[in-house]
Each structure stands twice: as C-alpha cells, then as structure tokens.
C-alpha cells in the first residue's frame, strides 16, 4: 500500500521541530548574551565619582575652582583599576588625569586632590564637573561622564598598561 501523502506530512512535521528548535536555540542565545552583558556592567555601574570640599573664588578673574577632593567610590565586591579622574572645564577641555592605580572593593571610597582650575563665568553654585575613566575586573575599561552616564571604551587594560609603561599620552 502506497501513501505518499503520509510521507509528504512527515517531511513537513520534521521541518517544523526543526524550525521549533532552531527558535529555541537562538533565543537561548540571545538570552545568555543579555544575562552577561548585565553581569559585565553591574561592577561598573556601581562605581561613582564626586566633589567634595570644593569652593568658587568668586574674586578671581577668571572665576576659578579652588584646589578641591575628588571622591572615587568603590560598592561593588571587586576591584578597579587605573582610575583615572578629570575636571571637565565649561569649553569642554579637561584638566590633567589624576590617576589612582587600584581601588579596592568592598564600598570603599578613596579622594584624589584635583587642581584649582578654570570655573564657567556665570559659576555660582555649581560643584565642579568630573569624568571618570577605569578598569573593571574583567579587563573592560569604562567613562563615567559628568551626567553620569555609563559608557564602554575600547581601550583594555593591556593596552593601558603598554601605553602607561611606554609614557604615552592619550
């Protein structure tokens, strides 16, 4: 007894399990990439900077930021390294890196003394504006900005430990 009909729905019935697994598959992917790129940024995200002790000389011309603390904060269980704060200027130029080597974990907060420095001419209030740039754990670099946005860089950190021991600036 021939049926060739049994046959034609066989083949159709095997494509759909294949197509079934072949979804499967690519959202068990899609799933796992999410889950990591969270896991990644969650040390990252728990890192912050900000202006301590700092004060406006309103008597000088131009208006300047008085020598002022930095606070790099650490809440994350693991380590960060090359830390490295700048004071972003109202032009939009920043002042020389103050670099920390490693901070460690465990909420751990530590202040870099920044340098007096340029304030906008309309300055009344405003705390001086910091920009963050480190190494997480995993060897992924990151910025903070000064609107605190969290930002991924390509530089690693074999990359900065060759452009630190060869002297280069970026």
């Given at each position: 007894?021939?049926?060739?009909?049994?046959?034609?729905?066989?083949?159709?019935?095997?494509?759909?399990?294949?197509?079934?697994?072949?979804?499967?598959?690519?959202?068990?992917?899609?799933?796992?990439?999410?889950?990591?790129?969270?896991?990644?940024?969650?040390?990252?995200?728990?890192?912050?900077?900000?202006?301590?002790?700092?004060?406006?000389?309103?008597?000088?011309?131009?208006?300047?930021?008085?020598?002022?603390?930095?606070?790099?904060?650490?809440?994350?269980?693991?380590?960060?390294?090359?830390v490295r704060v700048s004071l972003v200027r109202p032009d939009g130029t920043r002042s020389p890196n103050r670099v920390m080597s490693v901070l460690t974990a465990a909420?751990?907060?530590?202040?870099?003394?920044?340098?007096?420095?340029?304030?906008?001419?309309?300055?009344?209030?405003?705390?001086?504006?910091?920009?963050?740039?480190?190494?997480?754990?995993?060897?992924?670099?990151?910025?903070?900005?000064?609107?605190?946005?969290?930002?991924?860089?390509?530089?690693?950190?074999?990359?900065?430990?060759?452009?630190?021991?060869?002297?280069?600036?970026?």
């Open positions: 007894m021939d049926t060739p009909y049994l046959n034609d729905w066989s083949v159709v019935a095997s494509m759909v399990g294949a197509g079934i697994a072949l979804a499967a598959l690519v959202y068990t992917i899609c799933t796992y990439r999410m889950a990591v790129g969270e896991r990644v940024s969650q040390q990252a995200a728990m890192v912050s900077v900000w202006a301590e002790n700092w004060r406006l000389d309103d008597e000088a011309k131009p208006k300047r930021y008085d020598p002022f603390d930095a606070v790099v904060h650490n809440s994350s269980k693991q380590p960060i390294y090359q909420a751990k907060s530590e202040s870099i003394r920044m340098p007096s420095s340029s304030a906008p001419p309309d300055a009344r209030l405003d705390p001086p504006r910091l920009e963050i740039e480190f190494t997480d754990n995993r060897g992924q670099r990151w910025v903070r900005s000064t609107d605190g946005e969290l930002l991924k860089t390509k530089r690693t950190r074999s990359s900065d430990k060759q452009r630190d021991s060869q002297g280069l600036k970026r």
